[in-house]
């Protein structure tokens, strides 16, 4: 698994990784600009490119500064076919990539008001299958998440669903964590999981993990 870690210019001191996965699947993670103290995530975050059946995807695509060259060299040499925002408060960047690949994109019905894509998303909902085979799944936590089964890699990729602050992977916790979260998610274990992915703290895990997530309490806390 390869890793590069770049602090871009002493006037935008914005941490970027690039970090491939698997063959057809790796991510980027840089430096949120809406971030503030005590909102419960560290200010790096993560975004998945998967490359499936023929197509390329960007999940939750969130851009790097143009200063990142590696990362525009290899988008542009395999274009996204299609973007896709798993969570309403996930817009981030989807009409920057639209625009620039000429891309489909995919999300959820409704968003908040002060972050609407311009680009028309086509709607999503757990079961819905999208193009390289991606299936989004139903997460219990009633935030309209769609995680995303992606077949060919064994991975599931969250949004927000699960975190993972100082490396532990844990559920983000709701009122209904008990009764409507973790039966939920305790289903997704009958896919022949190797990994999750998750935006927040360390991104990447192993199947062991996310069933152990699943064990322990939920998050709550701040950062």
Not at 49 to 78: K, M, N, T, Y
Not at 99 to 119: C, K, L, M, N, W
Not at 135 to 164: C, K, M, Q, S
Request: with cysteine; glycine share 6%.
């Amino acid at each position: 698994m390869k890793s590069q870690t770049t602090n871009l210019t002493s006037d935008h001191p914005s941490e970027f990784e690039l970090r491939d996965i698997a063959p057809g699947l790796w991510i980027w993670r840089v430096t949120h600009p809406r971030w503030r103290p005590g909102q419960g995530w560290d200010p790096i975050v993560a975004s998945t490119c998967v490359e499936s059946r023929g197509e390329v995807l960007l999940l939750d695509p969130l851009a790097p500064p143009i200063e990142a060259q590696p990362f525009w060299q290899r988008l542009d040499a395999h274009p996204p076919t299609a973007i896709v925002v798993l969570k309403p408060d996930h817009v981030r960047d989807v009409d920057l990539f639209a625009r620039r690949y000429h891309s489909q994109a995919f999300g959820p019905r409704v968003f908040f008001r002060e972050d609407i894509p311009q680009t028309n998303l086509q709607p999503i909902d757990p079961g819905t299958e999208l193009p390289g085979g991606l299936l989004a799944l139903y997460d219990g936590r009633g935030r309209n998440e769609t995680p995303l089964w992606l077949p060919d890699h064994r991975t599931i990729v969250f949004a927000d669903a699960l975190t993972a602050p100082r490396g532990k992977l844990l559920v983000w916790t709701t009122p209904w964590h008990e009764e409507r979260v973790l039966p939920a998610l305790r289903k997704l274990l009958a896919f022949p999981l190797e990994r999750v992915i998750v935006s927040h703290g360390e991104p990447v895990h192993t199947a062991a993990e996310f069933e152990l997530a699943l064990q322990r309490p939920p998050w709550t806390g701040s950062i």
